[in-house]
């Protein structure tokens, strides 16, 4: 989603902004600005549609400098996507304003601040902070004053960064629902929305809490809780290396990032199992504790975290332990009833996604036994708020659609499902066999990557489709799900997923020879019925795209097939679904769409 970058220093900022937005594309957006605090100027801005490329260009034909600055990449929420929408918004020139999340009372604001003879430039509720802010400043001299008044007048979610000429030696920052990060350097500070954009000037971070307000300058960082305390947040070393923005020699992120799998599964592993055992101290020393009274578990998500989730409940319900999913967004909105000793665990990439975000905030007030999060950012607020986290260690994942991300969160999910089942009588012959599937996974993703060239191949048929249809059974109809999120989301093919019993009440009424339906077929006690559905589509004329176990013996005409190889059973959902990514990435080269910032797309969704 948006993303904002912020510099107080010495020196000149201009280019550690840019920089900044630059590590910040991969989040999505739609126009890009930048306002820098000159020496004999005062406040300077600059604002451009479309790429952070388009604002490089407007800066090498205008070039601004200044020591202190903000800078915004924005994906449209209010108002269409154009100049006049970009951040910065300002206010004459008594200050200019960056902004994450959605102000809810904006409309309300707007007439008071129109009344108060304020005239309003765009169609954001951002612009309305930057005018109730000049407002407040006519009166209030003090800009951490200022802000504070500010944001006790809006209701919803933001991330926010101030910058006045009034006072050309500080920025104040403020975070409610979405998060902000401070990069701590000597005699020079940075704010950001991602701990990425920094990583080039500073490997120090302070992470701001819910409610926090802080006052930046060079030499120091003043932060305010929600009570308006001075309080301490503690600075951390980030392991993260800026080398990571690299595509090395892929032509995507999104491929680099298939490609990683192996490695990232592995290290999701690494000092989790030991021969044969899990060991579960990795998971914390509170979580012995709590995985002891789990009777149930509800997994709240978005996307394909959801889909993640949707797998795990088969996992987990076969060792004996009821579970439900929900998408984040509806669960928000509805009256759970919370089983006794139930376990609430969320899901996330980012751990920023608002929607997840609200809901387990939401949870603590409703019985739960306690929370976990699996995520892939360490620092994340949810990470932060949940009583246990296990961390994917995926690394940065820059691809808006999720593909590391999500075959480590199968991994975690699979590694929690092995911790519960021993409170149901897991024996130490089963628990180990269930860990050598896992030892053996990095592995058998190599291996499924060795098909790569035939997947291209594969994918040509899909060039002129403009629509398509993925079956599953089991916990395949997740992968199913998974794998047509992937073809939409980047292609922009439309693709549906249905269970394969399903075929029958609806969907068969799609199926012609311009309706490619693609199914995976494990060696699994559904595969007669999975082939018996296909038969179905093949009785319609539908084309077939297969992919197998080397077992399975297809009696069907016209369709391709693709063989992996030595799939273990436990873990076939998680090898299943890279065949499946690597179909719809190169489906979306052949469309010649954009694979590492599909339209309209965000890769962390901070708003509702």
């Known amino acids: 989603m948006c993303g904002i970058v912020g510099a107080v220093a010495q020196r000149n900022v201009v280019p550690i902004l840019m920089e900044g937005l630059r590590r910040l594309e991969y989040r999505g957006y739609d126009s890009a600005g930048i306002a820098v605090l000159t020496d004999d100027q005062g406040l300077q801005r600059l604002r451009s549609v479309g790429k952070v490329a388009e604002l490089d260009q407007r800066l090498r034909a205008a070039p601004l400098a200044g020591t202190l600055g903000i800078a915004h990449t924005r994906w449209a929420t209010h108002g269409i996507p154009s100049e006049r929408n970009a951040h910065p918004h300002v206010s004459g020139e008594q200050v200019a304003v960056v902004h994450n999340g959605i102000i809810e009372n904006h409309a309300e604001l707007r007439a008071e601040l129109s009344a108060a003879g304020f005239a309003f430039a765009s169609e954001t509720d951002t612009e309305v902070i930057a005018h109730l802010l000049a407002h407040i400043l006519r009166d209030e001299p003090d800009l951490l004053t200022a802000v504070r008044t500010a944001i006790s007048r809006l209701v919803g979610a933001y991330g926010l960064a101030v910058v006045s000429p009034a006072h050309p030696d500080r920025m104040v920052v403020a975070r409610a629902g979405s998060p902000l990060v401070v990069g701590v350097g000597v005699g020079e500070h940075f704010i950001a929305s991602d701990v990425f954009a920094l ?39 980030s392991t993260v290396s800026a080398s990571t923005a690299d595509k090395g020699p892929y032509r995507h992120y999104m491929e680099k990032e298939i490609f990683e799998q192996p490695a990232v599964i592995a290290e999701t592993l690494e000092g989790r199992i030991y021969q044969g055992r899990l060991l579960e101290d990795a998971f914390g020393h509170e979580a012995k504790a709590l995985f002891d009274k789990v009777r149930a578990v509800h997994i709240i998500a978005c996307g394909t975290s959801y889909h993640a989730g949707l797998v795990a409940r088969y996992w987990l319900e076969e060792v004996g332990i009821p579970c439900q999913v929900e998408v984040a967004s509806e669960y928000r909105y509805r009256k759970v009833v919370v089983p006794d000793d139930c376990l609430f665990l969320t899901l996330s990439q980012s751990g920023e996604t608002a929607d997840t975000l609200a809901a387990l905030r939401a949870a603590k007030r409703m019985g739960y036994l306690g929370s976990v999060a699996v995520c892939n950012v360490p620092e994340s607020s949810l990470v932060r708020e ?23 969160q199968l991994v975690a999910l699979r590694l929690l499902t092995i911790a519960l089942a021993r409170r149901r009588g897991l024996d130490a012959d089963t628990e180990r066999a269930l860990v050598e599937e896992l030892e053996a996974l990095p592995r058998q993703v190599e291996v499924v990557l060795q098909l790569n060239d035939a997947i291209e191949a594969m994918a040509r048929s899909f060039g002129d489709k403009e629509h398509a249809l993925f079956l599953g059974r089991g916990s395949f109809y997740p992968i199913a799900l998974e794998g047509a999120l992937k073809l939409k989301e980047i292609s922009y093919i439309h693709a549906e997923a249905y269970p394969a019993g399903e075929l029958k009440h609806g969907p068969l009424a799609l199926v012609d020879a311009d309706m490619p339906v693609v199914c995976a077929l494990p060696d699994d006690p559904l595969l007669d019925k999975v082939l018996s559905n296909l038969q179905e589509v093949r009785a319609r004329g539908g084309e077939l795209f297969l992919f197998s176990d080397q077992k ?13 190889a030595d799939i273990c059973p436990g873990t076939a959902p998680i090898v299943y679904s890279v065949p499946l990514q690597l179909l719809a990435y190169h489906a979306a080269v052949l469309k010649g769409t954009d694979v590492d910032q599909p339209r309209n797309l965000a890769k962390s969704v901070t708003v509702e």
Do not use: C, W, Y
Not at 388 to 407: N, Q, W
Not at 552 to 564: R, Y
């Open 199 to 237: 990583l080039p000037v500073t490997q120090h971070f302070m992470f701001l809490e819910e409610g926090d307000l802080a006052e930046i300058t060079r030499d120091q960082v003043r932060v305010f809780d929600a009570a308006g305390r001075a309080v301490e947040r503690p600075v951390k070393a």
């Open 386 to 408: 949940s009583d246990v986290a296990l961390m994917t260690r995926a690394g940065p994942e820059i691809g808006v659609a999720s593909t590391k991300a999500f075959t480590t």
């Open 552 to 564: 399975v013996d297809i009696a069907l005409d016209h369709f391709q097939n693709l063989t992996l």
